[in-house]
Nanobody
Framework: QVQLVESGGGLVQPGGSLRLSCAASGFTFSRYSMSWLRQAPGKGLEWVSAIHNIDATTAYADSVKGRFTISRDNAKNTLYLQMNSLSSADTAVYYC??????????????????WGQGTQVTVSS
């Protein structure tokens, strides 16, 4: 069965960095685009970033552009999100999600067929 397991969250001071990982199993990881999304306390789900499976094209929400970097290692079946210059506005539960269709790259909060359980990122001094 498909599993997505996030890790790497935690408590970090403003201006700090974290790298999130999403370990994928149960499907051919290299054939599907992947996304990161987040949900801050009391707010709705926000799409953060996506990466295409074929040419590694990336996309970012304006709120994280220039600070976050998405990447993938198809040999390790792992998705990453490098987060720099973190602020309290980045405090959220972060989820990785799998696109349902080969060759597409969603930039939305809906349409994914599998999600991870989430990892908490807290930015606070």
């Amino acid at each position: 069965q498909v599993q997505l397991v996030e890790s790497g969250g935690g408590l970090v001071q403003p201006g700090g960095s974290l790298r999130l990982s999403c370990a994928a199993s149960g499907f051919t990881f290299s054939r599907y685009s992947m996304s990161w999304l987040r949900q801050a306390p009391g707010k709705g789900l926000e799409w953060v970033s996506a990466i295409h499976n074929i040419d590694a094209t990336t996309a970012y929400a304006d709120s994280v552009k220039g600070r976050f970097t998405i990447s993938r290692d198809n040999a390790k079946n792992t998705l990453y999100l490098q987060m720099n210059s973190l602020s309290s506005a980045d405090t959220a539960v972060y989820y990785c999600a799998k696109n349902p269709t080969r060759g597409t790259m969603l930039r939305s909060t809906v349409g994914y067929d599998y999600w991870g359980q989430g990892t908490q990122v807290t930015v606070s001094s």
